[in-house]
C-alpha cells in the first residue's frame, strides 16, 4: 500500500536571488510551531540551513527549536542537528540529555549521562548546568540505580548553588530513594527550605515502596498540613494501606477522595486501580470488583490488578472469566503481568491443564517471553499437584537460570508430597547454591523431611548446623486490626496486655474443638522427637491462633476477623480455624505468605488446597 509524500513547505525552484521564495524567519518559527511530520521538520531545517546565516539573530533561537521538536521525533536526527553545533548553549544540551533521559530505552538513559559528562568537561562557557540539566540527568542516574555517578551530580549541583533548589532537591531525593538510600533522601527532603506537593508525593511514595508503610501514612498527614493531597498522593497512601492490610484506613482514604478531591481524581484510572489493588489486599475482594466495575475507564493495568487479586483470593474461574472480558470485550492487549496473574489462578486451585493451555498462549499467541516469575508458577502449579517429574522437566529446560524461589517450591512439594529424601536433599543443595537463599525455612523443610522419614539424628544435627552457623527459624507473626488499631502476636507470645483473657479463650477453643472429636496434625510442629502433648501446644499457641481468639473476643457481631500471617498456614491451623469458624459462627479472613484464606461455615475457600 503506497503512502502519499508529506506536503512540500517550500518551492524546489527558489534560488538565493528569488528573495521572493524566502519565508521571513517569523513565518519560519510560525511553521515549526505548527503540528509537523518528521519529514517537514526536516524541510524545515534545510529551508533554514540555505536561507539562515549562522550570524543571524534569529538563527540560534531557530535551531534550538528544530532541536527540540526533532528530539521529540528522531533521536539519532536531533543528536545529528546538536552536533552540527560548534558551541552549543545549555538549552540545547538540556534538550539533548532531557530526550536521552526520557527515552524507554536503557542504552539512552547512559548516553544522558555521557552527554552531561561531555557538557561540564567541556570548555564551552556558555554551556553552563542549571536547575533543568540536574533533574534530567539525576531521572537516568535513578533508572539505571547509579548511585555513584548520581552523587557525583549532586555534588555539581551543590558547586552551582543548588542545594536549595526545589526542583532539583525532588529529584534528589527520588534519585536517592530509588536507589535504596532513603536515608540520604530523607536528609534531603528535610533541609528543604520550600517543599512543594511534588516534594511530599516523592517522600511518600518512597517510604510506601520501600516498605515503611507507617511512616508514609504518618508523612500524608503531615502534608495535609500545608498541602492538599492530590491523585499520585493518593496512590501512595492506597499502596501504604494495602502493605498494612489496613482496611479501616484504606476505607478513610477512599471516603476522602470521594468527599475532598475533584472528580478528575475521583474518576482517575490509575487512582482506581490502585484502590483495587487495595481493597484486594486488605481482604475486602467485593468492595474491591464493586470499584473495578464502577470505574469509566480501564487499562490493562487495572484489569491486571482484579485479576491478581481474585487469583490470590483463590477464585480462580473468575479471574480467568475477567482474563476472557478483557481480551474479548474491551480489546485489551494482555501483557507479561496479566500471565502471572493468570498463572498465580490456577495454581492456586491446581487447575494443571488450564495453565499449561494458557503458557503456552502466553508465548505463541500474544509473543510474550517467560521471565522467571512464569516459569516459577508453572514449576509451582506441576509441583504441588504432585507431578514433581514434570516440574523437574521444566526446570531442566527453562532459558533462564532458576532462582532459590523455584527450587524451593520443588522442596515444599518434596515434602509434602514425601518425595525421596535423597531427591529433597538435592533441592536444598540448589537452593543454597542460588543467591540470596541462605534463609531459616530451607532448613525447616529438610528438617520435616528427615522427622517424616523419622531420621531424629538427621534433624538433631541440622538443628545445630543451624546454631552454629547463626540461622534462627523465623517467628510466626500475625496482625489483626480492630477498632483502627493493629495488634501482633508473635507464637507463644504473653507480652499482649490482654494475654490473659486470649489464653483462656484459647483453652475454651481446645475443649470445644476436642468435644467435636477433633485431632492435631503434628505435621506442623516443631520438629523435634518429643512426646505429642508437646507438640500440641506448640500448635496450640501458633500466632494465628492467639490473633483469632482476640479477633472473636474484641470484634463486633456479624464482623469479619482478618488476620495477616508471615507465614505460610499450617495444616493443623488450617483445619483448626475451620472449626472454629463453625462452632463460632464468625467469617475469618487469613493473609499468610502465599494467599488468601476465606473460612466460613466450616470450609474454606481454598477448598484445601494450598
Not at 524566502?22 to 518559527?29: A, E, G
Not at 507479561?336 to 493468570?342: E, H, K, L, M, Q
Not at 498465580?344 to 495453565?355: I, K, L, P, T
Not at 515444599?412 to 529424601?421: F, G, N, T
Request: charge should be neutral; glycine fraction near 6%; include cysteine.
Amino acid at each position: 500500500m503506497s503512502t502519499s509524500p508529506p506536503p512540500v513547505l517550500f518551492s524546489t525552484t527558489a534560488t538565493n536571488n528569488d528573495q521572493s521564495q524566502h519565508l521571513s524567519h517569523t513565518h519560519l518559527i510560525h511553521l515549526l510551531n505548527q503540528p509537523t511530520t518528521l519529514p517537514q521538520l526536516k524541510q524545515i531545517h534545510a529551508h533554514t540551513l540555505r536561507t539562515v546565516h549562522t550570524n543571524h539573530p534569529q538563527a540560534l533561537f531557530l535551531y534550538t527549536r528544530i532541536l527540540l521538536y526533532s528530539s521529540v521525533a528522531d533521536l539519532n536526527y536531533a543528536t545529528r542537528v546538536f552536533h552540527h553545533f560548534s558551541n552549543p548553549n545549555s538549552f540545547m544540551w538540556n534538550t539533548l540529555i532531557r530526550a536521552y533521559a526520557r527515552s524507554t530505552n536503557t542504552n539512552h538513559k547512559h548516553k544522558a549521562m555521557e552527554l552531561y559528562k561531555a557538557m561540564v568537561t567541556g570548555e564551552e562557557e556558555t554551556a553552563v548546568p542549571d536547575n533543568h540539566t540536574f533533574p534530567f540527568v539525576l531521572k537516568a542516574c535513578a533508572y539505571t540505580f547509579s548511585l555513584c555517578e548520581g552523587k557525583q551530580v549532586h555534588a555539581h549541583a551543590l558547586k552551582h548553588g543548588f542545594e536549595l533548589d526545589t526542583h532539583v532537591c525532588n529529584s534528589l531525593i527520588h534519585f536517592y530513594a530509588t536507589c535504596g538510600r532513603l536515608d540520604l533522601a530523607e536528609k534531603i527532603f528535610y533541609k528543604m527550605n520550600k517543599r512543594n506537593e511534588v516534594s511530599w508525593n516523592i517522600m511518600i511514595d518512597s517510604y510506601a515502596k520501600g516498605g515503611k508503610f507507617d511512616t508514609a501514612l504518618k508523612m500524608f498527614g503531615e502534608m495535609q498540613k500545608e498541602h492538599d493531597p492530590d491523585g499520585y498522593t493518593m496512590q501512595s497512601v492506597f499502596s501504604a494501606c494495602a502493605g498494612l492490610g489496613s482496611l479501616s484506613l484504606g476505607l478513610w482514604a477512599h471516603a476522602y477522595i470521594l468527599k475532598k478531591c475533584d472528580k478528575n481524581i475521583v474518576d482517575d484510572v490509575l487512582v482506581n486501580t490502585c484502590l483495587v489493588d487495595m481493597y484486594c489486599k486488605c481482604g475486602e475482594l467485593e468492595i474491591a470488583k464493586q470499584v473495578f466495575e464502577s470505574m469509566p475507564a480501564r487499562d490493562v493495568n487495572s484489569w491486571n490488578s482484579i485479576i491478581m487479586g481474585l487469583a490470590m483470593h483463590g477464585k480462580a474461574e473468575a479471574a480467568l472469566d475477567h482474563y476472557v472480558r478483557m481480551v474479548k470485550v474491551d480489546k485489551i492487549v494482555p501483557n507479561s503481568i496479566t500471565f502471572v496473574g493468570v498463572l498465580s489462578a490456577c495454581n492456586h486451585r491446581g487447575m494443571v491443564e488450564e495453565g499449561i493451555v494458557h503458557f503456552d498462549m502466553m508465548t505463541k499467541e500474544y509473543n510474550v517471553e517467560p521471565r522467571l516469575e512464569h516459569y516459577g508458577c508453572l514449576v509451582d502449579l506441576f509441583a504441588r499437584a504432585g507431578r514433581i517429574d514434570e516440574a523437574l522437566n521444566v526446570v531442566s529446560e527453562m532459558p533462564i537460570k532458576p532462582d532459590a524461589v523455584i527450587w524451593r517450591s520443588l522442596l515444599d512439594a518434596c515434602c509434602k508430597q514425601h518425595a525421596s529424601v535423597e531427591l529433597s536433599e538435592e533441592m536444598v543443595r540448589q537452593v543454597f547454591e542460588s543467591e540470596g537463599s541462605v534463609c531459616s525455612g530451607v532448613y525447616v523443610l529438610l528438617s520435616k523431611v528427615y522427622a517424616s522419614a523419622c531420621r531424629w539424628n538427621d534433624v538433631g544435627l541440622l538443628r545445630k548446623l543451624m546454631t552454629d552457623k547463626g540461622v534462627t527459624k523465623e517467628p510466626g507473626c500475625s496482625l489483626i486490626e480492630i477498632d483502627g488499631g493493629v495488634h501482633e502476636f508473635f507464637a507463644g507470645d504473653t507480652t499482649h496486655p490482654q494475654s490473659e483473657n486470649v489464653y483462656k479463650f484459647v483453652n475454651e477453643i481446645e475443649e470445644k474443638l476436642q468435644s467435636i472429636g477433633y485431632l492435631p496434625d503434628f505435621s506442623g510442629a516443631t520438629m523435634v522427637d518429643e512426646a505429642n502433648d508437646g507438640k500440641h501446644n506448640t500448635l496450640r499457641l501458633h500466632s494465628e491462633r492467639l490473633a483469632i481468639a482476640f479477633g472473636i473476643l474484641n470484634s463486633r457481631p456479624g464482623m469479619a476477623v482478618r488476620v495477616f500471617k508471615n507465614l505460610r498456614v499450617c495444616n493443623d491451623c488450617h483445619r483448626v480455624t475451620k472449626l472454629i469458624s463453625r462452632i463460632y459462627n464468625v467469617e475469618i479472613i487469613v493473609r499468610d505468605r502465599a494467599r488468601f484464606h476465606h473460612f466460613k461455615d466450616g470450609s474454606c475457600s481454598c477448598m484445601d488446597y494450598w
